[in-house]
């Protein structure tokens, strides 16, 4: 049987529910295999709905149904409904006063791999809802525009399930006969049922409390594992960071008495924003110097923070539809990036936020599920909570936060929250209260939501010496994506500085506007602006900040990139101009190697290193992201034809020249840096292991017994998890003679911490090493390996498919058939994680002809897969077409 062909659903086909539900009381006998559930629903015709048909859908799918009972006396039959695979249709309900609606069933949480509605992770019960998992615990009206209160109790043995859990506030408990109890959870806000929550098993939790700034005192808990219990101090702290920092910067409090987070080591996503009660990823709770690095630190206060602001951006004020997904996710995701630059480093968090979006966003944009921040049409929806709705989606808020200004934008946020609190509403709707609050006219910007791709300024410059004039004209082009042949101007910030040759600021003089930085409007196909009062000619430092999502084409010669990487003052640009002097001659050694010559690097990339390295810097997480290379996978974006293989092979003939010429330079460094310290969250004790172990990575390739002596000193020694981890890396990633010896020392180490051992997977199956696709498939026969854990699968199937370019592209097409076995697995088991796995094939066009038979032809015989689901079918299909 097949699942496909799936219907596509269209924005343009929205219309207001028929029916609206006031009040929902949810009841829940709870069973690993078979949950009763009985939903009494208050419910009432829409009075604003235009059709004229009087049946009741509701939504529902794997359901096995007990009862229908109208009005609590009136049991309905097979004659007065109509059960769908995925539907129960009432034919007659009341019209014209509202009605109660009972249902009951039951649902089977073990079996449910899929990990969306009510499922076991571990020995707990928990739910994943958005986006239409509540479909999956009962028949609903499952679609976020339609906001209920709700009521619910638990009810469950008192051994197998002492904690129960659910959103709002507990409002009454008793105990039952047979060793049973039940708690009855009451959430005095409405919401759509995508943010139900349901949590209960043996947990045990650490508790904390926040006051607002109006003075009320609110109750934290965070709920996990027993053993897990040492590991929630850090997710605590960044939650009451988050709650400050919300008041502070955008005047909003909390407002429950209660916030709660729940740790689960099955789930499909990062964490989810379930109103008053979190249920999140193991991953960006658990953290404790020994067992987690100090990116897990970082990103555990960002999504912490991202989940926590969702209350009011998702919560408070939710979407109308899901094609309105970034309306929360985009906004939420620049508030959390800036909460974390405030939090740890401005200019390191902006760069490799920018980092993700140009390799991973640019390349969605240029393939087949191209689509814009707000899509216009899907087939499943859980295949567009992409880069592009969430960091392209947070890139447009920056933009508009960028044009008017910090204190314009905080006008246009208080005016949104002010009109829309307790409403379901669009993109448009924010961008409204962005204008009215301004008084601007953002229509031409409102394109950004609607075009898809990835817009390309040209910019050319000319110097007028008599008139001392430089005149910037700034070309944009957008190129056709799938469903859209003709792209509109878009408009669009660029922030540009202008520095004389002796590294001074030369001041921006446009229109008699005198500043040391301005934001250009670009609104035109094509624009001149020109600077004046300009005794010589500066060197120009354009996009500033990376102030939009585009890319830029400007010609630069080396000099004036290493000009820029010493004299820059923003900080963004500076990075930039590394990254683009390093790329030109990567570039270089490519053709080199295409034509079949030796490879001839260009001097001036060590010059420009050494003098980065002579500097002094006080943000030493920021030197090291200067002293990086661009990424092998941000290289193949860069190239027509990918090349893996010369990609490979040019950008480590980089980093080996390096270490071979500056290792009197890295050696320093890192013994200047390397401190005996356990895994302290500063940003001093941060910057020093980045630049030390960024370090260790040049001098580890250069394969000297002394080098050795230092990675294996460091894996032995280690206090903290970044340091072993790094150490590892070094060992493992080259002829080290205890290798296999610290690999295995490292397992039998951390075998009862998952979240360590998905480092270790993760770490083989992206290595150089010859024999990383054997490594990889002995490691799929691993007992720690399970294709039912989405955390396991990132770590071995997701980095060799996405984060090892070299192995995954063999010419032979060994690494096409491995993945697609797996999708072909996973397909049954989680759909939504077999999708985003496929994700890996889907730039096939982008290889040589070779490869791009081999790929085309693993997803071919991917369509072939028995009962396809509509996750995996509509990436494949749209791969395809
Ligand atoms: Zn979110």
Not at 736 to 751: D, G, V
Request: hydrophobic share 40%; charged share 20%; net charge negative.
């Amino acid at each position: 049987m097949r699942d496909a062909n799936p219907q596509t659903i269209y924005l343009k086909d929205y219309a207001v529910p028929d029916y609206l539900i006031h009040h929902v009381e949810l009841n829940f006998t709870l069973d690993d295999e078979n949950t009763r559930v009985v939903s009494r629903l208050t419910m009432i015709r829409n009075p604003a709905s235009q059709t004229g048909d009087a049946a009741l859908v509701l939504a529902g799918e794997n359901l096995g149904l007990i009862s229908v009972v109208l009005n609590d006396d009136n049991e309905l039959t097979e004659q007065d409904y109509l059960q769908t695979q995925d539907s129960l249709i009432i034919h007659e309900v009341p019209q014209h006063r509202s009605f109660v609606l009972t249902i009951e069933n039951t649902i089977n949480p073990k079996a449910n791999t899929a990990l969306e509605g009510l499922y076991l992770s571990g020995s707990m019960l928990c739910t994943q809802c958005e986006a239409e998992g509540f479909r999956k615990i009962t028949y609903f009206l499952d679609r976020p525009d339609v906001m209920a209160k709700f009521t619910t109790t638990l009810v469950g043995d008192k051994d197998r399930y002492p904690v129960l859990l659910s959103n709002g506030n507990k409002i009454a408990q008793g105990e039952l006969a047979d060793n049973r109890h039940w708690v009855t959870w009451e959430d005095p806000f409405n919401k759509p049922c995508y943010l139900f929550a349901l949590v209960a098993g043996q947990l045990d939790c650490i508790e904390d409390s926040f006051i607002t700034l109006s003075g009320r005192n609110i109750s934290l808990q965070i709920f996990v594992e027993k053993h897990d219990l040492d590991k929630c101090a850090h997710a605590m702290q960044s939650l009451k960071n988050a709650m400050r920092w919300d008041e502070q910067v955008y005047g909003r409090e909390y407002d429950l008495d209660l916030y709660m987070i729940v740790a689960v080591s099955h789930f499909n996503m990062g964490a989810m924003e379930n109103k008053g009660l979190n249920v999140f990823n193991t991953k960006f709770v658990l953290a404790r110097p020994d067992t987690a690095t100090d990116s897990d630190y970082e990103r555990i206060e960002g999504v912490i923070a991202h989940e926590y602001f969702h209350n009011w951006t998702g919560n408070r004020i939710t979407c109308r539809d899901w094609f309105q997904l970034s309306l929360k996710e985009g906004f939420t995701v620049f508030r959390d990036q800036e909460f974390t630059g405030d939090r740890t480093s401005k200019a390191v968090n902006r760069i490799e936020n920018v980092n993700m979006l140009r390799t991973r966003q640019f390349a969605e944009d240029a393939g087949p599920m191209a689509h814009p921040v707000r899509p216009d049409a899907y087939m499943e929806v859980n295949n567009f909570y992409t880069l592009t709705v969430y960091e392209k989606g947070a890139e447009v808020v920056r933009m508009i936060h960028t044009l008017l200004g910090a204190e314009g934008f905080r006008k246009g946020s208080d005016l949104y929250f002010e009109r829309h609190d307790g409403q379901a509403v669009t993109c448009d709707d924010f961008v409204n209260a962005m204008e009215a609050a301004n008084a601007v006219d953002l229509s031409q910007f409102r394109r950004w939501y609607a075009q898809a791709g990835t817009p390309v300024l040209t910019v050319q410059q000319s110097y007028n010496s008599s008139a001392q004039t430089l005149a910037l004209t700034i070309n944009q082009h957008c190129p056709p994506t799938p469903g859209q042949a003709v792209k509109e101007p878009l408009h669009i910030p660029v922030t540009v500085g202008l520095i004389n040759k002796d590294g001074s600021i030369a001041p921006c003089n446009v229109q008699g506007r005198k500043t040391d930085e301005i934001v250009l409007q670009l609104t035109q196909a094509e624009q001149t602006f020109t600077f004046t009062d300009l005794k010589q000619q500066p060197v120009v430092s354009i996009l500033r900040g990376f102030s939009a999502p585009v890319k830029l084409v400007m010609e630069r010669s080396l000099e004036e990139l290493a000009f820029l990487l010493s004299y820059d003052s923003d900080t963004f640009n500076r990075w930039e101009a590394g990254q683009q002097l390093a790329g030109q001659v990567i570039a270089g050694l490519i053709a080199d190697i295409q034509s079949g010559q030796a490879m001839q690097i260009n001097p001036m990339i060590v010059t420009a290193f050494k003098q980065v390295m002579a500097q002094s810097w006080d943000d030493l997480s920021y030197f090291s992201l200067l002293l990086g290379l661009p990424s092998e996978t941000y290289l193949a974006e860069q190239m027509q034809v990918v090349d893996v293989v010369a990609i490979h092979k040019a950008r480590e003939f980089v980093v080996l020249t390096l270490a071979q010429q500056l290792q009197t330079q890295f050696k320093t460094l890192y013994l200047e840096c390397h401190k005996d310290e356990s895994g302290v969250f500063d940003a001093g004790a941060i910057g020093r292991r980045r630049i030390k172990n960024m370090c260790l990575a040049y001098l580890g390739r250069l394969e000297q017994p002394d080098i050795q002596q230092w990675s294996q000193q460091q894996f032995d020694t280690a206090k903290n998890m970044t340091d072993q981890m790094a150490a590892l890396a070094v060992v493992a990633n080259g002829t080290h003679p205890a290798k296999q010896e610290c690999l295995s020392r490292f397992y039998q180490q951390w075998q009862a911490e998952a979240l360590v051992i998905d480092k270790w997977f993760a770490l083989q199956a992206s290595s150089h090493n010859p024999d990383t696709f054997e490594t990889v498939q002995a490691l799929m026969q691993h007992p720690a390996f399970d294709l039912k854990n989405p955390n396991r699968v990132r770590a071995l199937i997701g980095a060799f498919s996405q984060a090892n370019p070299l192995h995954f592209h063999a010419a032979n097409g060994q690494g096409y058939q491995f993945l697609a076995d797996q999708i072909i697995a996973l397909n049954t088991l989680n759909p939504q994680v077999a999708s985003r796995m496929l994700s890996a094939l889907t730039s096939w066009r982008r290889y040589d002809e070779g490869r791009q038979a081999l790929m085309k032809a693993q997803l071919e015989r991917i369509m072939t897969t028995d009962a396809i689901s509509k996750d995996v079918y509509e990436v494949a299909s749209k791969s395809l077409a």
